[in-house]
């Protein structure tokens, strides 16, 4: 437990960030998991609509600063390149 004035605070601090990241971080996730599943399903639409708002949602997150931006950045781009297999199947 802390002892100081200052590192009492700091606990404060750090719940009030940690709540904030996982609002972020967790719609974040969700938004992911919708687009692997729906390119998974083999839906073009549906998983296009679904990359285009988990790229949204890990823009926010990244943003606001819950996620490193090399990380959103990551996880869009293997999206994308799903995407693109997928489109290219269904050619």
């Not at 609002?23 to 729906?38: P, S």
């Not at 988990?54 to 390149?81: E, Q, T, Y």
């Amino acid at each position: 437990m802390a002892n100081t004035k200052s590192a009492k605070k700091a606990m404060r601090s750090n719940d009030r960030r940690r709540l904030r990241n996982r609002i972020h971080i967790g719609r974040a996730r969700t938004e992911v998991k919708r687009a692997r599943k729906a390119i998974e399903a083999g839906d073009v639409t549906l998983a296009t609509e679904a990359v285009r708002s988990a790229s949204k949602w890990l823009d926010h997150a990244a943003s606001k600063g819950s996620v490193h931006k090399n990380n959103a950045a990551r996880r869009k781009g293997r999206l994308m390149k799903h995407l693109a297999r997928l489109q290219a199947q269904a050619k």
